[in-house]
C-alpha cells in the first residue's frame, strides 16, 4: 500500500495541527495504521497506532492526553490531530501501515511508509 502524509507545518507552542495521510490500496481497511516520528539525531519514536476497525488505539507516552488518532475508510485515509503542542514534538512525522503489526509499537514492524511531512513547532 502507498501512503501519502501532508499537514505538516510551522507553529508556535500551544497550536494544533491536523496531520493526514492517504492510502492507496483498497484493502487498506485491513491494515493497522500508525504515526511515528524522528527529530534530527533521534531514533524514530511510536507516536500512535490505531486497528483496522478502530477497537485497539495505543499512544506513545509523550503524546498521551494530547494527540488523537483516528480513520475514515470510506476516505482511506488515517489523521493525527494534535492539540497542545511543544517544542519538543519537532520531528518529521510518518505514517504507518501493516496488516500484521497489531499492537506494534517498532517501527521495524510496519513494512509500509509514507514520505514524512516536518511539523516545527517554535517556542
Known amino acids: 500500500v502507498q501512503l501519502q502524509a501532508s499537514g505538516g507545518g510551522l507553529v508556535q507552542a500551544g497550536d494544533s495541527l491536523r496531520l493526514s495521510c492517504a492510502a492507496s490500496?483498497?484493502?487498506?481497511?485491513?491494515?493497522?495504521m500508525a504515526w511515528f516520528r524522528q527529530a534530527p539525531g533521534k531514533e524514530r519514536e511510536f507516536v500512535a497506532a490505531?486497528?483496522?476497525?478502530?477497537?485497539?488505539?495505543y499512544y506513545g507516552d509523550s503524546v498521551k492526553g494530547r494527540f488523537t488518532i483516528s480513520r475514515t475508510n470510506a476516505k482511506n485515509t488515517v489523521y493525527l490531530q494534535m492539540d497542545n503542542l511543544k517544542p519538543d514534538d519537532t520531528a518529521v512525522y510518518y505514517c504507518?501501515?501493516?496488516?500484521?503489526?497489531?499492537?506494534?509499537?517498532?517501527?521495524?514492524?510496519?513494512?509500509?511508509w509514507g514520505q514524512g511531512t516536518q511539523v516545527t513547532v517554535s517556542s
Open positions: 490500496e483498497w484493502t487498506w481497511s485491513s491494515y493497522v
Open positions: 504507518a501501515a501493516d496488516a500484521h503489526a497489531l499492537g506494534s509499537r517498532y517501527w521495524r514492524d510496519f513494512r509500509s
Open positions: 490505531i486497528s483496522y476497525n478502530d477497537d485497539r488505539i
